[in-house]
C-alpha cells in the first residue's frame, strides 16, 4: 500500500568509466592519507596539557591568611550568591586556643561544594568579603562516584605548607 508519493524509485544507473575503476573511492583515500601529514589538532593529555586562557576558572580552594588561619567566617555569602545552590556549610564559634587555626571568632565546621551543581561562574568569589575563596586554574579531576564532587574542606583547604598560588589566574576588576 502506498502512504505517500515521497518514495524514489530505484534505478539501476550503469557505472561510469572512472567508477568502474574506482577512481572516487581512491580520491577519498587521497584525501584520508593527506590528514596523516597535516598538523595535529589533538594532544596526547595527561602527559601534555594545553595552555588555558588567562581568565579559566575552575577548582576552588579555601585560603589561609598569612599566619596559617583559616579566612572564611562563615558568612554564608558565597552560599547565598551561588545561583547553582551548590554550597553549603555549618558554622561553629571559634574556642580559646584556637587562634592559630581560625581567623575570627566564627568558622566553618563544614563547608562543601557540590562540583557537580558548581557551573564555575566565579559569583562566590566575588561575594566573599573575607578573600577566603577562590577559583584556581586547576582542573576538576575526574571520579567516577557523584559522591566524589562533593569537595568538603579537606580538599578545598590549602595546606599550611603548600600555599596554593591564585596570582596566575586573572579575575576582573582585581588586577
Ligand atoms: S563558582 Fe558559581 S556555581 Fe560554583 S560554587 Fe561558586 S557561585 Fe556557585
Ligand atoms: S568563603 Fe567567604 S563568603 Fe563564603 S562563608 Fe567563607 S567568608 Fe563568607
Keep these: 500500500m502506498k502512504l505517500t508519493n515521497r518514495s524514489t524509485p530505484i534505478q539501476n544507473k550503469q557505472?561510469?568509466?572512472s567508477e568502474k575503476l574506482y577512481i572516487p573511492i581512491l580520491k577519498g583515500m587521497l584525501i584520508t592519507i593527506s590528514h596523516?601529514?597535516?598538523r595535529k589538532v589533538t594532544i596526547k593529555y595527561p602527559e601534555q596539557t594545553r595552555q588555558f586562557s588567562p581568565i579559566y576558572r575552575?577548582?576552588?580552594v579555601l585560603?589561609?591568611?598569612e599566619n596559617g588561619a583559616e579566612?572564611?567566617?562563615a558568612c554564608g555569602l558565597c552560599a547565598v550568591a551561588c545561583p547553582a545552590e551548590a554550597i553549603v556549610m555549618d558554622a561553629e564559634e571559634r574556642r580559646p586556643g584556637e587562634e592559630g587555626e581560625y581567623r575570627e571568632e566564627k568558622y566553618a565546621k563544614r563547608y562543601e561544594i557540590n562540583m557537580l551543581r558548581c557551573i564555575f561562574c566565579g559569583l562566590c568569589e566575588e561575594a566573599c568579603p573575607k578573600e577566603a575563596i577562590f577559583l584556581t586554574d586547576r582542573i576538576l579531576p575526574a571520579a567516577t562516584k557523584r559522591s566524589d564532587f562533593v569537595y568538603g574542606k579537606d580538599r578545598l583547604v590549602e595546606t599550611r605548607n603548600n600555599r596554593v598560588d591564585i596570582a596566575t589566574r586573572k579575575t576582573y576588576g582585581k588586577e
Design 71 to 73: 579566612r572564611c567566617t
Design 63 to 65: 585560603k589561609r591568611d
Design 58 to 60: 575552575g577548582l576552588h
Design 36 to 38: 596523516l601529514f597535516r
Design 15 to 17: 557505472k561510469t568509466f
